[in-house]
């Protein structure tokens, strides 16, 4: 079995579990209970518990007899049992009351017994929470339903659907039991089902039955709201809220041919008719549902079909038409008597039939309107105002009921306090006035309604009171109860006043010797007062006076009580009176600053061991300021405190003080002890502290020794361990050893001593051994046996090495005498020997040092062709360095440099030389020795060097362009970017003013371009190649001149027509260096070429005889007059466009020539320049949207 349900929220209201019995005949078989996340399923297993199973789970149950267990439906739900394609599924749908989606509300059988059949499904009460509404229909069957809630087990296996609930947000009402009608009438419901189940029918599964919520009564729209008293007792105790639509009949499946018809018959029901309409009830009857034309005839073959059983609900609204409808009947019966209705109140009633878990539509609904009637009952009335003799009642207008109240009856009982009253007041009035009363009298009263229906009942009585006369004196004031600061007083009633007046109080005091008088300390309905903040041990004297509305009594007599005393405070200046002895100590102290308004009568001192202060010894009592406290231990921390005692009480304890009784020495330790085995040169000793340390912990110990034949001893250790341990000891010998502890009070007494003999020992150090050598690498090293300490010496172990520190261990055997091979010659070296035997390893002699005899020197060890530098090595020479090597312990007097075919070349006691009159461009072999006054050392490892090729010579300087302002020199045969690879480089210089030639490029580059010079002036460069061979020599000097400067663009000229002529100007330039500067004017007609119309000085032309329907195009240029050099021609400026004159009409005479060419200034073109920048500023927001687009989305 797969339950798939979501966890639902119910009303604060207890809930009971209806159970459903859906048996089906099949074999015992395993049933799974699929729970989903965020589900709980609950069962009860065989031990009786109960155990709650959150999903996501899967839990097995089984079957008997193949039939779906018993469910716990919740209260709002309702079960449905349908089977298809061989699989049986129980559906468990919401019974909602109004949903948008069409479903009218599904009811429940009466409920089971408390704690019937629990191994059936049971929801968790306490994870239910308030879905949000998330499906719009339920008719529609499981295609309706999410896939995930569909089971896909053997078609054997049953199926259950646990719907989502909808309840609206307030909650519901609880159901009340069904009456045994409704119970018969569900149990034929039930057997009816069963055997539909039982013959194949899939369609009717499901029961319904009527909710049981009290509704409020129906009213008019107009009126109050019902009270919760007519919502318990109004249409009988049932019924329970709906939404005003109607609903559809709800069903999770599609419904089978008859359950159609059926369907369609509980539709067509009519409205109910209204009979007997009275005040507060009305008789409804109604028809049952009539077969349609389809069902009158059965099928050939067939009984003719027995009359289905109908339930019918009967929904109620007092807010209108279409207002909220509750259900006021729900039974089997055509007709109902509706009770507990409001008077003169408009109703709409309807009736809806059901039957076999389908529910027909709500019939159209009919209106009535109940009959008016007496009026409500009314309040109690109330007391507005009131003297001795008189009193004015008010009251309010309770609900008329349909028709106006015309007179109230006010009735009394004149004061005699008997259940008879009298009518007093009979009017339409809301307020009366009683005059001539008695004082200090109980009346009571009850007030009646009256309208044209009748009166109403009586109020409920009101008991109210006449005011009273001025109380007598009360008796004197008693005191009940004394304090430091306050008194607790008491009076009595004034005798003879009635019960009925309400008398208060005044407590007035007087404070003995203020001089105040007088003083109101309490004013209200009490008998007793306490008063507060008082003086201690001082007389106050107290009276009482009495009032009430109608004034206050005379005062009553005086009468003095007194505060008692205050405990006194603590005692003060608590000390120690002289010195503390080890065992005992006098404490002292003086008598408290106050003493509360009493004599100290005695004195408690009481004392703690210790700092904890858990418990408190008392060491004396007694009225004397001081007291000895013995019998303490030494050394050890007390607390003392003190409180006195008077008439007032106990004081508070003082501060505790501390006090310290000084310690003694500490007894006698037990002797030490051996740990372990003794050893030949050191003994571990450990002994314990001592019984009795005196009162202070034991700070440190003293152990002595007595060496063997020594009558004294001398001390080996002193500190706070319990164990230590001795050396220096000699093997075999006996000690003895004895010991005392120390605190702060000094040393103790000996322990009794203890003998101790020594193990054997290992042998003592050798004597430093002796060196001979015998070669410069070769030495014997001997020795002599050292002691023994009594084991004969079994090995001898040798050390060697180069350092002291850093010896190695080269011999071990039972040899004197040992050989070295391999050692370097003049060097010095350290050596040292020690001995071993059973007992152990003996110490290391003293170190010796030796030198080794001096010889030819080591070989040159930097062979490495890398890390050797070079010095001055041009084409012919080669210069080496190296590193010295090893003399030996003689000096280096010359070095050997061998080339091979050549002379070797002897050179001094140097690491660098220079080898000269070289081939270049040639690789040499070469290896170099040492040489001392002992011979020469071997030679050093051969390695190769190659002398430079001849520097290049310089290549030919050639200009390739030139400007006024710049010079672009090329040289040599090569790109005119350098590659990686190039080793041959370039030095370009130029002469300055001084005659200096200056750097202008060092690279290997065959370009180069010189900027910022002058126009026409000569300028001498020249040239020089160098590669890693060195710098090559320069080339010759070379002279290039630069040419003229053109003059600057101009702007583009300003044109103005003129009637049939136009004026062309433009701006002036300055003369170039002295050079006068012209101007050349161009235009073009149409789509000719340009002409040129003006050459001059001038600054401005105008050009005549303009046609009228032709465009002109104008630009202008500078030209520079050389004077030993042709003219230099300046670029031109950008054209400027002159349109014809726009005709208007034929009747408008044609505007002057200035106007026309204001006109046409708007339509100009775009000039060269204008063009070129457009050009440029879309390639740079181009490049910069691109920037953007590959930062973003390659580099992120």
Known sequence: MAVLGETRSWSPKPWQFRRYNCDFHHKSEVILVQVNPGESFTIQRDDGQFQCITGPAQVPMMSPNGSVPQIYVPPGYVQQIIEENGVRRVLVLPQTEFHPGGHSPLHHPPPPPPHAHLQAFIPHPHIMHPPPHLYSGMAGGTGDMNPQY???????????????????????????????????????????????????????????????????????????????????????????????????????????????????????????????????GVSLSWVAPSRTEGDDKPKEGEKDPAEPSFTYEVSVSYSGKDGKYKSAYSDVELSATLQDLRPATDYHVRVQAMC??????????????????????????????????????????????????????????????????EQCYYGPQKQYRLTKLSTASRYSFRLAAKNDMGVSEFSEVVHIMTSCSVPAPPLSPELIQSGVTWLCVRWYRPAGSPKEDEISYVLEMEEEGSGYGF???????????????????????????????????????????????????????????????????????????????????????????????????????????????????????????VHCISAGGESPLTEPLQVQTPPVPPGPCQPPRVIGKPKAREVQLRWAPPLVDGGSAVSSYSVEMFAPQMEEGREVYQGSEVDCTVGSLLPGRTYGFRLRAANKAGYG??????????????????????????SPTCAVISWETPSCNGAAVSEYRLEWGAAEGSMQMCYTGAALSHEMRGLLPATNYFCRVQAVNVAGVGP?????????????????????????????????????????????????????????????????????????????????????????????????????????????????????????????FKWGEGPAKAQPTDSLQYHLQMEDKSGRFISLYKGPCHTHKVQRLNESTSYAFRIQA??????????????????????????????????????????????MKGDPVIYCLQSMQGNSEFKQIYKGSATSYQLPNLSSSTE?????????????????????????????????????????????????????????????????????????LIAVAIQYFVIE
Request: glycine residues 8%.
């Open 150 to 280: 569909i089971s896909q087990y053997h078609p054997a296996h049953t199926t259950i659907y646990s719907e989502q609930d909808t309840h609206p947000p307030h909650g519901r009402a609880a159901f009340a039991h069904r009456d045994e009608r409704a119970s018969k009438t569900y149990e034929r419901l039930q057997k009816k089902l069963k055997e539909r189940q039982g013959t194949g029918g899939g369609g009717g599964g499901g029961m319904a039955l009527s909710k049981d919520s009290p509704p409020p009564s129906p009213q008019k729209s107009r009126g109050t709201p019902p009270s919760g008293g007519d919502l318990q007792n109004g249409l009988g105790g049932k019924g329970a809220e709906e939404q005003a639509q109607p609903s559809t009949a709800v069903t999770a499946l599609e419904l089978d041919e008859e359950a159609k018809a059926l369907q369609e018959r509980l539709n067509s029901i009519c409205k109910p008719v209204v009979t007997d309409i009275q005040a507060r």
């Open 356 to 421: 076999n878990c389908l529910q027909g539509i709500p019939s159209e609904p009919v209106s009535f309107t109940t009959l008016s009637c007496e009026p409500d009952k009314p309040s109690p009335p109330r007391k507005a105002s009131g003297t001795k003799s008189s009193l004015v009642l008010q009251w309010k207008a309770p609900c008329d009921n349909g028709s106006k109240i015309q007179n109230y009856i006010l009735q009394w009982d004149e004061g005699k306090g008997t259940d008879t009253f």
């Open 519 to 641: 003083q109101a300390s309490y004013d209200g309905d009490d008998l007793s007062h306490t008063v507060r903040n008082l003086h201690r041990s001082t007389t106050y004297r107290f009276r009482v006076v009495a009032y009430n509305a109608e004034g206050k009594s005379n005062p009553s007599g005086v009468s003095e009580f007194t505060t008692a005393p205050d405990r006194p405070g603590c005692p003060c200046r608590l000390a120690v009176k002289g010195k503390p002895h080890p065992t005992s100590f006098r404490l002292t102290w003086d008598p408290p600053k106050d003493n509360g308004g009493s004599d100290v009568t005695k004195y408690v001192a009481e004392l703690s061991e210790g700092f904890s202060g858990c418990s408190w010894n008392q060491v004396y009592s007694g009225s004397a300021v001081e007291c000895v406290c013995d019998g303490l231990s030494p050394g050890c921390s007390y607390q003392a405190r």
């Open 749 to 774: 007494p000996f322990s009794e001593r203890s003998e101790v003999t020594t193990g054997p020992g290992a042998p003592e150090a050798c004597r430093p051994p002796h060196v001979t050598c015998k």
């Open 844 to 968: 290391f002699s003293d170190a010796v040092l030796c030198q080794t005899p001096c010889s030819v020197p080591a070989p040159v060890s930097n062979e490495d062709e890398q890390a050797r530098p070079l010095l001055y090595s041009p084409s012919t020479c080669l210069g080496l360095r190296w590193e010295a090597p090893c003399d030996h312990g003689s000096e280096i007097t010359s070095y050997l440099i061998d080339l091979g075919e050549r002379q070797p070349i002897l050179t001094g006691p140097v690491t660098k030389y220079i080898i000269q009159n070289l081939q270049p461009d040639t690789t040499y072999r070469i290896r170099i020795q040492a040489l001392n006054i002992l011979g020469a050392g071997p030679c050093s490892h051969t390695f190769k060097l190659k002398t430079k090729p001849l520097p290049p010579l310089p290549p030919r300087l050639e200009c390739t362009a030139s400007s006024h302002q710049t010079l672009r």
């Open 1026 to 1071: 160098f590669n890693e061979a060195g710098e090559g020599p320069f080339s010759t000097v070379y002279t290039f001149t630069t040419p003229r400067s053109p003059p600057a663009p101009l702007k583009a000229p300003r044109v103005e027509r003129v009637d049939e002529s136009c004026e062309v100007s433009w701006e002036t330039l300055p003369p």
């Open 1112 to 1184: 002109y195009r104008f630009r202008v240029c500078a030209i520079r007059q050389c004077q030993d050099a042709p003219e230099i021609i300046g670029p031109y400026s950008s054209t400027v466009i002159l349109l014809p004159p726009r005709v208007d009409s034929p009747g408008v005479s044609g505007t002057t020539g200035s106007k026309a060419a204001e006109a046409q200034k708007p339509k100009r073109s775009m000039t060269d320049e204008q063009f070129s920048f457009l050009i440029i500023a879309l390639l740079a927001v181009t490049s910069i």
